[in-house]
């Protein structure tokens, strides 16, 4: 079955940088898009970044444009998520997820979903 395992999050302080990585297996990676979610304590899951199965697209919430950063290595059927000048409101649990060919930011649009890892930027 598919599986899409988070990893790299944690404690930071505000300003900070993080790496996250989501490792996909079950699925044909590089025929799929993949993105970020989080949802913070209380808040709905919002969209985050999404890459083309390609890596040649991606696409950014006005809130993290310019800061964080989506990839993919087709080859280790990984996609990671780069988080740079971190601030507190950036505290949620970060998930991975994955659709068919063509870049969505609605969660609905996504098939499958990892358990996230959590992030906590403090001030």
């Known amino acids: 079955q598919v599986q899409l395992v988070e990893s790299g999050g944690g404690l930071v302080q505000a300003g900070g940088s993080l790496r996250l990585s989501c490792a996909a297996s079950g699925l044909t990676f590089n025929r799929y898009v993949m993105a970020w979610f989080r949802q913070a304590p209380g808040k709905e899951r919002e969209f985050v970044a999404a890459v083309h199965w390609l890596g040649s697209s991606t696409y950014y919430a006005d809130s993290v444009k310019g800061r964080f950063t989506i990839s993919r290595d087709n080859a280790k059927n990984t996609v990671y998520l780069q988080l740079s000048s971190l601030k507190p409101a950036d505290t949620a649990v970060y998930s991975c997820?994955?659709?068919?060919?063509?870049?969505?930011?609605?969660?609905?649009?996504?098939?499958?979903w990892g358990q996230g890892t959590q992030v906590t930027v403090s001030s």
């Open positions: 997820a994955a659709r068919p060919p063509g870049i969505a930011t609605n969660i609905d649009d996504y098939s499958y």
